[in-house]
Nanobody, 122 residues
Framework: VQLQASGGGLVQPGGSLRLSCVAS????????VGWFRQPPGKEREFVAA????????LYADSVEGRFTISRDNAKNTVYLQMSSLKPEDTAVYYC????????????????WGQGTQVTVSS
């Protein structure tokens, strides 16, 4: 199982950015997919997760209402649409997959993509 994250960059506060995570190597219809982030000098933290088949997503309180997780089955891709970005959203963002129900615990995920840097600054 391989995950490839992309879409990071530098954005001004209040701006938007969309991250993508392309999955390959296995059928993901029964997997959970999630996004985590690691701010500078801090621990990795949960951002959002959903089952690949697309039921009610989970969000961290800090991003609820600003971020949206979605997927495109035809492209085997999961997205994280980020809006109203704040400087505290600055982090390396990771996508992950797990052969179980969606979870906010990073220990629940078996497969990880490489990170993509998001910097929110004026």
């Amino acid at each position: 199982v391989q995950l490839q994250a992309s879409g990071g960059g530098l954005v001004q506060p209040g701006g938007s950015l969309r991250l993508s995570c392309v999955a390959s190597g296995r059928t993901f219809s029964r997997y959970a997919v999630g996004w985590f982030r690691q701010p500078p000098g801090k621990e990795r933290e949960f951002v959002a997760a959903m089952r690949w088949s697309g039921n009610t997503p989970l969000y961290a309180d800090s991003v609820e209402g600003r971020f949206t997780i979605s997927r495109d089955n035809a492209k085997n891709t999961v997205y994280l649409q980020m809006s109203s970005l704040k400087p505290e959203d600055t982090a390396v963002y990771y996508c992950a997959a797990a052969d179980r129900a969606p979870s906010a615990r990073y220990e629940s995920y078996d497969y990880w993509g490489q990170g993509t840097q998001v910097t929110v600054s004026s």
